[in-house]
């Protein structure tokens, strides 16, 4: 009986997805490149990937991307010395988005937040987070598309960086923190749930705040950040994008 074939992890979909030859030939089938061969394309030619780091993104055997990676060059050179008809569709291959919470401890998605912030935690450094949004701080947690990062020293800001959360949801936003080495979380409205994971990631909470996520940041390195210690946000009819979740109680589920 067969070995089964593992499903290769792809961190992305091609955005163009056919490409034609100027002048298309008369008769010639287009040449199917599957997505994971496409995907070995992007990470060891387009992003200088080694094949060992490609095999780490897309979590097979590094004999196996060697052999995708091959077939992968042997078809896009048929495409280039006939002028054949390109198409991208099908394969053995699974999505790592970096939005499911089985994907915020993966490789794949831990490369992508070392990609966004390189700078290693130094001795003395407290690291904040802050739920972000064009220079605010984002009132909802588990909806956040950004945190911005700061790295505090002596009481002073010494670096700040905006990271994507890649579209993760409530229950992968503290593995993202995680991975982030985060020591304080600044938020607006936050479920309880979303409070205990950040509670065994030994990340502190400070929530129920709003205004200018910088203004935030430095009240909180100079010890002065007005907070709410019993913020919660049981809700997900948030009223509108102005409503501040971490104001007020409302009935239902939580949104955090």
Do not use: W
């Amino acid at each position: 009986m067969p070995r089964p074939k593992k499903c290769r992890s792809v961190c992305e979909l091609p955005q163009t997805v056919a490409f034609l030859p100027e002048n298309l030939p008369d008769s010639g089938e287009a040449v199917i490149l599957t997505v994971e061969e496409y995907e070995t394309i992007r990470l060891i030619d387009r992003e200088g990937l080694s094949q060992e780091q490609c095999s780490e993104r897309m979590q097979v055997a590094r004999t196996t991307v060697q052999q995708i990676y091959a077939d992968a060059r042997k078809k896009l050179a048929t495409v280039l010395v006939e002028g054949l008809p390109l198409r991208i569709a099908g394969g053995d291959y699974r999505l790592c988005s970096g939005g499911r919470s089985s994907c915020a401890h993966s490789a794949c998605y831990k490369q992508k937040l070392s990609e966004q912030y390189e700078k290693p935690k130094g001795e003395g450094i407290m690291r904040i987070a802050v739920t972000y949004e064009n220079g605010r701080i984002f009132q909802h947690f588990g909806h956040t598309e950004q945190f911005k990062i700061y790295d505090v020293e002596n009481g002073k800001i010494v670096m700040a960086v905006v990271v994507d959360t890649n579209g993760s949801g409530h229950g992968a936003l503290a593995g993202v923190l995680r991975a982030l080495k985060v020591d304080a979380l600044i938020c607006g409205g936050i479920g309880g749930g979303a409070q205990m994971a950040l509670a065994e990631a030994g990340i502190q909470l400070y929530g129920g705040v709003s205004g200018s996520a910088d203004a935030a940041a430095e009240a909180l390195a100079a010890g002065k950040l007005d907070f709410n210690p019993d913020v919660r946000c049981n809700h997900h009819d948030h009223h509108g994008e102005d409503h501040a979740c971490g104001s007020h109680g409302c009935g239902g589920h939580s949104c955090g």
